[in-house]
T-cell receptor, first 108, second 114 residues
């Protein structure tokens, strides 16, 4: 079993749609959690940290369920510019484990 | 302020050669990590360095080595290159080396082994 699992997609959604990505992790000792965004052939960029209380940044909402070892990302009112790969990242000590990423394509 | 800088941006080598990749972290960041990303996969952890000391190593063979210099810049060395080493090599810097630190990535070095 992979340490961090994501649905690879692709998710093709129309502009304005709401889309949700899920991620599960296997190490219950994991300490911190993030979502990164990666455009084609570019470096990953931090989208947001994820906290147990849930957190929101504009159109983006992230949730963490430690009991189920599950992380989610919700994007509301999708824009064409949201098209990218979204990487779920789990951190324990020095190690950051990346999922394979979920590809999102927002269609006009 | 400059972000994380990596050099070179692209590199072509042949099997059996060795390669050195370089990384300069964001000013004030003391920790540097290296990742390998093959097409269609997420980045895979190779090393983390903090204050010139290796803090962690991923599941990579001994052909991979790294070091960090007093100015916090870092080098990744790969010996006896294999075709399977072809990948995007990413360097990330963070302020400290503790859980919860945000990673900031350079634009990577695309290595092709022929």
């Amino acid at each position: 079993r992979k340490e961090v699992e994501q649905d690879p997609g692709p998710f093709n959604v129309p502009e304005g749609a709401t889309v949700a990505f899920n991620c599960t992790y296997s190490n219950s000792a994991s300490q911190s959690f993030f979502w990164y965004r990666q455009d084609c052939r570019k470096e990953p960029k931090l989208l947001m940290s994820v906290y147990s209380s849930g957190n929101e940044d504009g159109r983006f909402t992230a949730q963490l369920n430690r009991a189920s070892q599950y992380i989610s990302l919700l994007i509301r009112d999708s824009k064409l510019s949201d098209s990218a790969t979204y990487l779920c990242v789990v951190n324990a000590l020095y190690k950051y484990i990346f999922g394979t990423g979920t590809r999102l394509k927002v269609l006009a | 302020d400059a972000g994380v800088t990596q050099s070179p941006t692209h590199l072509i080598k042949t099997r059996g050669q060795h390669v050195t990749l370089r990384c300069s972290p964001i000013s004030g960041h003391k920790s540097v990590s290296w990742y390998q990303q093959v097409l269609g996969q997420g980045p895979q952890f190779i090393f983390q360095y903090y204050e010139k000391e290796e803090r962690g190593r991923g599941n990579f063979p001994d052909r991979f080595s790294a070091r960090q210099f007093p100015n916090y810049s870092s080098e990744l060395n790969v010996n006896a290159l294999l075709l399977g080493d072809s990948a995007l090599y990413l360097c990330a810097s963070s302020l400290e080396a503790r859980a919860g630190e945000k990673l900031f990535f350079g634009s990577g070095t695309q290595l092709s082994v022929l």
